[in-house]
């Protein structure tokens, strides 16, 4: 007996529709990511205030500043060279080589 090709497609496209999906979408990721640090904020800070009283969070929001200014100036670093993509990319053009390895060897250290 053999299947008639157009109902052997249609067959196959009803399983795919079946099959679930791999991977997410974007507003699942941001979704996700706004919740794990939302979830990370509510637990810490009442922690870090019980600990080190209103200093303590005087001490955290200048971290908080420290870091968004960071961000921009690695936006502008990165704005400024097209093939700045990495940290180390980063280190050799501020320092060459040596700049690079410094910027690698605790990075990749780090990762392993």
Known sequence: MELDP?????MESQIQQLEPRKGTTFSRTCFNGINTLSGVGILSIPFVLSQGGWLSLALLFSVAILCWYTGLLLQR?????PRIKTYPDIG??????????TISVPM???LY
Not at 6 to 10: G, H, I, R
Request: with cysteine; net charge positive; hydrophobic share 40%.
């Open 108 to 110: 990749y250290l780090e």
């Open 6 to 10: 157009l109902k052997v497609e249609k």
């Open 77 to 81: 670093c990165m704005n400024a060279n």
């Open 92 to 101: 050799e053009v501020a320092f060459g080589r040596k700049g690079r390895v």
